[in-house]
């Protein structure tokens, strides 16, 4: 089984405390497995003993942290794509309900033409796409990035499209958004894209996803994340509340990048403080994204 072979053999250098970070950094095929799923001799999945995040390497979490340091303050307010194409109501249902906890700029239907998303992800401070995806849509000078995000009139969203940006997130709730040639350090897709384009974090998937548990599903996740929460931890919090659902409802999400809880910038009459999307005033002091898991295939 595929727990035994790349991760019972590091199991003693995992952290104890679930709540803690273990970030994968998988080496060519490696890259296409969904860890979260995979299952130890007990019958838990791995997200249920340790909190999950990746990354293309080392190398790029470091340039993602500096990158972060330098863009967090002129961050807008988020952006919201639900059921551009019309006929995806859980899409639309889930935008809805995720603009209940996070508040932003909803675009639907019509009014989520490629031209207007496109300018107005270039200052959203989260970027959440509830649409159709496919792995199977390329274009460009790069075939080789390949997906595709379908907004309004049916136009794809590829790799090519993305903007620069200066997002804490973008999170997609689409079909095979993780998807992709296998290169040097990762896939090459809409994941990939992102992160290099200007977002602290992606989440995508590995397959396609159920409509109704995805609603469920990114509720959960900002609702952790508005309670100060990182990324990786709401992930696994939203993962968890559907646990007992199908493997393949739940399992084809992942975090890539920046883990940290998201904040932003209030204007106090004494000072300007951090404070998350809620009125909370908690901070989470997350701790640092310490632990690695360095898996290798022997097929290299």
């Known amino acids: 089984m595929l727990y035994q072979e790349l991760v019972q053999p590091v199991e003693e250098f ?11 950094i998988p080496d060519h095929i490696l890259y296409k497995i969904p860890f979260s799923v995979l299952m130890d001799s007990d019958g838990k999945y791995f997200i249920e003993n340790h909190t999950l995040a990746s990354s293309p390497s080392c190398y790029s979490l470091d340039l993602l942290r500096k990158r972060k340091r330098d863009a967090e303050s002129s961050r807008g307010k988020p952006l919201l794509i639900g059921n551009p194409t019309n006929d995806l109501p859980g899409a639309g249902k889930e935008a809805k309900e995720v603009q209940k906890i996070i508040g932003g700029e909803l675009l639907s239907q019509k009014g989520a033409d490629i031209e207007t998303v496109k300018k107005r992800m270039q200052t959203a401070k989260i970027v959440h796409f509830s649409c159709h995806g496919t792995q199977s849509v390329a274009k460009g000078e790069h075939p080789e990035f390949s997906g595709g995000l379908i907004l309004a009139g049916h136009r794809y969203m590829c790799a090519e499209d993305i903007p620069t940006m200066n997002a804490a997130l973008c999170c997609m709730g689409a079909c095979e958004t993780g998807k992709g040639i296998v290169r040097y350090e990762g896939v ?13 974090s992606v989440i995508a998937t590995h397959w396609a996803i159920s409509d109704e548990i995805t609603v469920g599903m990114m509720k959960h996740f900002y609702s952790e994340l508005s309670k100060g929460k990182d990324k990786a931890r709401a992930l696994r919090e939203a993962m968890l509340s559907v646990i007992k659902q199908k493997p393949q409802d739940w399992g084809a999400f992942f975090l890539s990048g920046l883990s940290d809880p998201i904040t932003e910038d209030v204007k106090t009459t004494s000072s300007t403080k951090r ?8 901070t989470t002091s997350s701790k640092k994204q310490k632990t690695s898991l360095a898996s290798s295939s022997s097929n290299n």
């Open 14 to 24: 995992l952290p104890q405390e679930a709540t803690e970070l273990v970030t994968i």
């Open 188 to 200: 090459m897709g809409l994941g990939r894209t992102f992160l290099s384009q200007g977002c602290d």
């Open 275 to 282: 404070k998350l999307f809620t009125k909370s005033t908690q």
